[in-house]
């Protein structure tokens, strides 16, 4: 029983915690990155917030996430035609079982850099989803991954935008 009394209580919210892995990188390194990312990746993080704040206006829940050495807009409605889209530093996803997967997407996001939009978005059309080689590279990120995503300063309900 005492055990149990010990142990932090797990939150019931799956927004607020994190799958287990390494903590995010240190916050001086975050806050260094962030904004080099964000230019680097510029037209997709331009397009993720115009609709981050479109859907703001609307009521959806938002909130900021770490992930390695990224922070990340996480709007939490599903996009349309999909559980989860990847927009430069922005994620839009319905459920938080996903979002590993979409912060790996900033991976193909930096190796093709402003082109990210129309080479994904010509490659999703012709090949499709699963044959798609930039979707098999991000799953292919997301399972080698040592990284686990929390919420900014302790979750959404104490860091919403």
């Not at 994190?18 to 037209?43: F, N």
């Not at 997709?44 to 938002?62: C, F, H």
């Not at 082109?115 to 499709?128: C, D």
């Not at 799953?139 to 686990?148: D, H, I, L, S, W």
Request: net charge positive.
């Amino acid at each position: 029983m005492r055990d149990a009394e010990a142990s932090p209580p797990v939150p019931s919210n799956p927004w607020l915690r994190g799958p287990k892995g390494r903590p995010p990188w240190p916050l001086t390194v975050v806050l260094i990155l962030t904004p080099l990312m964000a230019l680097w990746t510029l037209p997709q993080t331009l397009a993720g917030l115009a609709y981050a704040v479109a859907m703001k206006l609307r009521g959806a829940p938002i909130g900021l996430y770490r992930f390695g050495p990224f922070v990340f807009v996480v709007v939490r409605e599903r996009p349309v035609a999909s559980s989860g889209i990847s927009l430069g530093l922005v994620v839009l996803a319905d459920r938080p079982s996903i979002l590993t997967h979409e912060f790996c997407h900033l991976y193909t996001g930096l190796w093709l850099t402003w082109f990210y939009l129309p080479v994904y978005g010509l490659e999703y059309l012709i090949l499709g989803h699963e044959r798609s080689f930039h979707e098999r590279m991000t799953v292919r990120f997301e399972q080698r991954t040592r990284y686990g995503w929390r919420p900014w300063g302790g979750g959404p309900a104490r860091r919403n935008l």
